[in-house]
């Protein structure tokens, strides 16, 4: 068979490839979410029929996720800037030792690498940009927020 055919058929189902990815990752995390609400919904109808004396609303508040401290959110931006910039700053010191090791040979990997490691870094530095400023603007809110936990 000829290259050129090969190369051909590889280009037009590439896209083809890419775009089911993502269409399939969509359809499973939306999956997944309908279960997860699913699951709940049964959860609450098995308590309440057990018990109708329940307070639905009390069971609905306890199966809500969003519900997270500002401590909390806080301590994950910092989490994902740490890992966000970590992963940017590894990709460029992978970028120097390809450079150093290898000279001209590497310079098919140096855009790509850079397509990682830039926007790594710059998410990186953004997350923690954003969790030392929100750590001292909401200072009074999370103090407000620990004392209204201890009092529960």
């Known amino acids: 068979m000829n290259y050129d055919i090969l190369l051909g058929m590889a280009n037009a189902i590439r896209p083809i490839c890419r775009a089911s990815v993502f269409v399939l990752s969509a359809w499973f995390i939306t999956r997944a979410n309908i279960k997860k609400s699913e699951g709940k919904r049964d959860i609450i109808i098995a308590a309440l029929e057990k018990n109708p004396n329940l307070d639905a609303n009390e069971l609905i508040k306890g199966f809500q996720s969003g519900s997270a401290y500002l401590k909390e959110r806080l301590l994950?931006?910092?989490l994902w800037g740490c890992i966000f910039t970590f992963a940017g700053v590894l990709g460029f010191i992978a970028l120097l030792i390809a450079a150093?090791?290898?000279?001209?040979?590497?310079?098919?990997?140096?855009?790509?690498?850079?397509?990682?490691?830039?926007?790594?870094?710059a998410v990186g530095?953004?997350?923690?940009?954003?969790?030392?400023?929100?750590?001292?603007?909401?200072?009074?809110?999370?103090?407000?927020?620990?004392?209204?936990?201890?009092?529960k």
């Open 76 to 78: 994950r931006k910092l």
């Open 125 to 151: 530095i953004s997350f923690l940009l954003n969790y030392s400023v929100s750590k001292k603007v909401l200072t009074k809110e999370i103090e407000a927020e620990e004392k209204q936990r201890l009092v």
């Open 100 to 121: 150093i090791v290898g000279g001209a040979g590497n310079e098919d990997v140096y855009v790509p690498v850079i397509l990682f490691a830039a926007p790594a870094l």
